[in-house]
């Protein structure tokens, strides 16, 4: 299976502030060779920035999926989940929750703001790469997006 | 005696004694003249015949002129003597009768039919009858009509059976007088005989004025008792007419208004009171005699300078629609009212109090609920901030064993394994104190179906129940108890893991069972046979990061935190948590807890082996 063209690859945002993570998910993504393309933010705000293409992020794509830490400096990841969803451009983006939070309070949150699903970081190396490679296969591979505007 | 029996003797009068005498006298001179003048008195036989015969007469004149001296002499001492004892006798009766009429009660003489014969001037004056007028009337006549009836009867069966009765002996008799009043009497009765008649003496005493006296003492005595309750009553009694005049007066006023009570009476409330209590009372006053009854509360000062705090109550004297006066009745309440002022400062101080302690709490459970608060804080704190790093560090030497293990020696290899190991367990104390914490704060449930909750340990406990070929048995059913579900199901994990970690080279046998039920709780147990507990040791495992094992292999199995959390979700519901072991044959966890007030609730019995 060769790569798509790159004008088709999936544009993943990741929300992340522990760089030591954004390293993670890069090395399970390279490993999966699916075409993709990651672009990574280190806060709420810069997240939004982002998604409105305001400086530094005039030229960013508009992202078909995002990775969102809910802890993260300035605007935390309920704060952004909040503004996508309600934005009536971003609110067909589907949103990933992906942190080490396992508390209930934070999972019911989270979905009551309307986030796509909720995924808790596994402790174990090999666990966490596959939960990675697992949610980009499903978001690429089998779930049907909404056309790109 | 009749002075005419006296009079035996036949000459009728003393002239015709001494014409005879003085004939008898004749007699020897007219023999003389014979014999002078030589008459023979032989030859004349007739004068001698008429001498002798004069003589004789003479004689005989003589003898009767002196015995009838003599008689006409006693007749004369007889008469006399009569005359003494007639006056004697005249004296006596006087005497009987002045001694009668000298008793000083009345005294009356009646003959068998109750008729009066005789009776004294102090009975006569006592029933108001002229002298006489009494006199052989019957004696029913002094009885008042209503007893008059029966006193016949009363009076024959008397005389059947004469006893002499003493007076005032327990009757209450009533005498009547002539114009018809009545008076109370005391009759004495005695009998006897006189000249073979049955006579009954009655004395009669006027009792109306002993009676009196007793009244007027026995209304003395009523008096002085009055009075003597009056002033044993600890506040002033008093009564004060129409005039507001005082009528009675107990020993108080004396103490509060500095009067004598002998002397108050007839003295006006003004007099008394002082113009300005008299003023401030005046209202009052003229309300009781206006027949309301009147209740206020006066402070006044006494003579000897105490300020007296008073309840007053004037209660109208109304008899026939008019008020007479009023009654006065005045509590000392001082000392009541110190109380009273007492018990509202304490009951101020004691809201003071419990506002102060009220708001202590309140700042108590605001804080609790900011360390509570600071708690949940830390909690998620620790759990994604203590473990955020936790992950890095697991994760990246992971990688690094992974990825840059061929440029490690066996003494870098075993250095990352410590690493690895050291992240891995301090995840667990970091999971187990975070359960640790949050145990105490969730609030009991009402109800937590026990079996279901074993079910779910023993399915989480699976793989270790495979490793160690454990036989897990559950005897009887498990009853719901008061707990949080999730709660119990962590304390069966806890104690039944407890039992598979701390086995003896034996199998692992666990028996789960309720030792004991009554109507609100329930012991459960579970028994193992491991390597046990020694008693030295069972009090201190229950507390947090005590642990036993010195086996270096077991150390790393456990935290410490095991069965403090078991110890504090027992607690929490209200149960206890112990464990009996005789260190040697293992041993066997206790809890108790509050079971659910649904009965229907108790799951069947289930085993559960592997």
Excluded at chain 1, 128 to 137: A, G, L, P, T, Y
Excluded at chain 2, 88 to 106: I, K, N, S, W
């Amino acid at each position: 299976m060769s790569p798509p063209d790159q004008a088709q690859w999936l544009q993943i945002l990741l929300v992340e502030d522990n760089p030591g993570d954004v390293m993670l998910v890069r090395e399970a993504m390279q490993d999966n060779k699916i075409g993709n393309q990651l672009h990574h933010v280190g806060d709420g705000e810069a997240a939004l920035r982002f998604l409105a293409r305001q400086a530094p992020y005039q030229d960013a794509p508009r992202p078909d999926l995002i990775l969102l830490d809910l802890n993260l400096p300035r605007l935390d990841g309920r704060g952004v989940l909040t503004a996508v969803k309600s934005h009536p451009e971003w609110s067909d983006i589907p949103v990933v929750i992906m942190t080490s939070s396992q508390a209930e309070t934070d999972i019911v949150a989270s979905y009551k703001l309307r986030a796509n699903c909720y995924v808790v970081k596994p402790i174990d190396l090999d666990q966490f790469m596959h939960v990675v490679r697992s949610i980009e296969n499903f978001w690429v591979s089998i779930v049907r997006l909404p056309p790109r505007h | 005696m009749n002075p005419e029996s006296a009079h035996a003797f036949p000459v009728r009068h003393p002239l015709i004694a001494a014409t005879l005498g003085g004939l008898g006298l004749l007699v020897p001179p007219m023999g003389l003249l014979v014999w002078l003048c030589g008459i023979d008195l032989a030859h004349r036989p007739l004068l001698l015949i008429l001498l002798i015969w004069l003589g004789a007469v003479g004689v005989i004149v003589s003898l009767t002129i002196h015995r009838l001296l003599h008689t006409r002499e006693d007749l004369r001492r007889e008469h006399i003597r009569l005359g003494q004892q007639d006056h004697e006798l005249q004296a006596a009766m006087q005497r009987y009768r002045q001694t009668l009429d000298a008793v000083p009660a009345g005294m009356l003489l009646t003959d068998a039919d109750g008729r009066i014969v005789m009776l004294n001037t102090h009975l006569i004056g006592m029933f108001g009858y002229d002298a006489g007028e009494l006199h052989g009337r019957p004696v029913e006549c002094l009885l008042p009509e209503r007893t008059r009836a029966q006193h016949p009867q009363q009076r024959r069966s008397f005389m059947s059976a004469p006893q002499t009765r003493m007076m005032g002996a327990g009757r209450d008799l009533h005498g009547r007088r002539k114009d018809g009043s009545e008076f109370p009497v005391e009759v004495g009765l005695c009998h006897f005989s006189s000249d073979g008649q049955a006579r009954v003496l009655a004395t009669v005493v006027d009792v109306t004025l002993r009676r009196q006296l007793a009244q007027a003492e026995q209304v003395a005595e009523r008096e002085r008792f009055i009075r003597r309750l009056a002033d044993q009553l600890p506040g002033l009694v008093g009564y004060w007419d129409a005039g507001q005049r005082c009528r009675f007066a107990n020993r108080v006023y004396q103490e509060w208004f500095g009067i004598d009570p002998d002397t108050i009476i007839g003295r006006h409330s003004r007099e008394v009171l002082g113009d300005e209590l008299y003023q401030r009372n005046l209202p009052y006053i003229q309300g009781a005699l206006a027949g309301q009854p009147q209740r206020f509360e006066r402070t006044f000062t006494t003579p000897a300078g105490h300020t007296l705090h008073t309840q007053a109550h004037f209660i109208p004297d109304e008899s026939n629609g008019a008020v007479c006066g009023y009654f006065v009745q005045v509590t000392d309440v001082t000392e009541l009212r110190r109380r009273e002022d007492e018990l509202t400062r304490l009951k101020a101080d004691l809201e003071m109090l419990v506002e102060q302690r009220t708001s202590e709490l309140r700042q108590r459970a605001n804080e609790l609920q900011r360390s509570n608060t600071a708690l949940e804080q830390f909690a998620y704190a620790a759990s994604h901030d203590l473990q955020e790093p936790l992950r890095m560090v697991t994760s990246y030497t992971q990688l690094i064993e992974r990825r840059y293990n061929h440029l490690l020696d066996d003494s870098g290899r075993q250095m990352m394994h410590y690493v690895v190991d050291a992240a891995r367990r301090m995840r667990a104390l970091i999971n187990d104190l975070l359960t640790y914490a949050r145990a105490g704060t969730s609030p009991a449930k009402p109800h937590a179906d026990m079996a279901q909750a074993c079910q779910t340990a023993l399915a989480l406990l699976q793989g270790q129940i495979e490793r160690e070929q454990a036989h897990i048995e559950i005897s009887g059913a498990l009853p719901a108890v008061q707990a949080d579900q999730a709660a119990m199901a962590q304390l069966w994990q806890n104690l039944i893991g407890n039992a598979l970690r701390y086995r003896s080279a034996a199998a692992p046998r666990v028996r789960v069972h309720v030792r004991e039920r009554n109507s609100t709780q329930a012991t459960f147990c579970i028994n193992d046979n491991g390597i046990g507990i020694a008693p030295q040791h069972q009090a201190r495992i229950f507390l947090l990061f005590q642990r036993l094992e010195t086996d270096p292999a077991r150390r790393h199995d456990g935290t410490g935190i095991g069965l403090a959390l078991c110890r504090r979700v027992v607690e929490t519901c209200g149960g206890k948590i112990w464990v009996e072991s005789d260190g040697l044959h293992g041993s066997t966890f206790c809890f108790t807890l509050p079971l659910s007030a649904d009965p229907a609730a108790d799951s069947p019995p289930s085993a559960s082996e592997a």
